[in-house]
């Protein structure tokens, strides 16, 4: 049986041979292209010229890998909590702004829109930046407005959702800003690692074997490692201040973002209706939304875990959250994500 793995397989239907024109937003001019998405954000606060001593407010509910470029630059984090639906709490981002403050960050949670506008008048008001997390919203749009364009500066991870090698974007929208502080010292992309990677998936994909995992377990290595003993992520930089690889480039030209689309759509709609337990966090998908995961809330994730991989799907708790965090709601750690990268119900 197939086993469908939580990281994306590179499918070649989704590549045509013939080159094709960046879309928006990366068709403007201000736009870097990188390895990870920790590197364009690096990025993204020198060109803000952010520095020690001042602070931008991020929602508690962040990936801990976040944390690192502010960590590098030292720059402090405040944090501001969002709700049930993953919406910012508007009234703790305004009570958390203080003369030190420089920027907010709002993240467009699995591919959905965040309270952009909003966010953008309070930013507005205060004299702020905004920094705009659209890491998983790649090919998502709010109405006829592209996610990731709301921003003073945006970040993006396509690899999240075509399976290359690596890939993100820094993308500036707001035209008084510009790129002079660019002097990242990058390091050439090897694609090696991820050949290895694309080869076990295929292999596990199709004969149901997962190598890696299989190594994991002879070495007594646990699936599921709580956040704890992650928290080097928070620091981790200096091995992501990589090049976008060769391989990411060419297969961006190329790729049929109609296809990708579709297919996450309609795996999300598959598990609206499909679902074995728990709960949806997103109960509707609206035109123009691309998800990068089908989010599940769920009392018990780690059983949630290993009774969908009895059915051979590979799912994660998301996220891994900052170690410092300390009286969060209850919810943020109990959604699970599903990968929506494979063709469901076909």
């Known amino acids: 049986m197939r086993l469908i793995n939580w990281e994306p397989i590179l499918n070649v239907k989704d590549f045509s041979l013939a080159a094709n024109s960046m879309s928006c937003p990366f068709a403007k001019e201000k736009t870097l292209f990188f390895a990870y998405g920790r590197t364009a954000l690096l990025q993204a606060l020198k060109v803000l010229n952010i520095k020690k001593g001042e602070n931008v407010l ?14 590098h630059l030292d720059i402090e984090i405040k944090y ?15 009570a958390g702004i203080d003369k030190n403050t420089r920027a907010v960050l709002a993240v467009n949670y699995f591919g959905f829109s965040t309270c952009s506008e909003e966010i953008k008048k309070i930013c507005q008001k205060h004299n702020l930046f905004f920094i705009e997390d659209n890491a998983h919203g790649f090919l998502s749009s709010d109405g006829n407005q592209p996610l990731g364009t709301s921003g003073d500066i945006s970040i993006f991870s396509m690899r999240k959702m075509l399976g290359t090698p690596n ?5 500036i929208n707001n035209d008084k800003l510009n790129l002079d502080n660019t002097d990242l010292n990058l390091s050439k992309s090897c694609d090696f690692l991820y050949s290895l990677r694309q080869v076990n998936q295929y292999l596990a994909f199709f004969t149901g074997i997962d190598l890696r995992n299989a190594l994991k377990r002879l070495f007594g290595i646990k699936r599921f490692i709580p956040a704890k003993e992650n928290s080097k992520e928070e620091y981790s930089i200096k091995e992501y201040l990589v090049k976008q690889s060769g391989l990411t480039k060419l297969l961006m030209r ?25 709960e949806p966090v997103f109960t509707k998908l609206t035109e123009g939304i691309v998800p990068y995961v089908f989010p599940v809330r769920t009392a018990d994730p ?13 799912c994660y708790p998301w996220p891994v959250l900052p170690a410092c965090l300390k009286g969060y709601p209850e919810f943020y750690g109990q959604i699970v994500t599903i990968p929506l990268w494979s063709n469901y119900g076909s």
């Open 58 to 71: 991020l929602p508690s509910y962040i990936c801990n890998v976040v944390l690192a470029p502010f960590n």
């Open 80 to 94: 501001f909590q969002v709700d049930t639906q993953l919406n910012p709490r508007l009234e703790q981002i305004e």
């Open 167 to 171: 890939g993100a974007a820094l993308v």
């Open 254 to 278: 190329r790729v049929k973002i109609q296809n990708v689309a579709a297919r996450r759509r309609n795996g999300f709609n598959y598990w609206l209706k499909h679902l074995p337990e728990g």
């Open 302 to 314: 780690d059983g949630f875990c290993r009774r969908m991989l009895l059915n051979r799907i590979e």
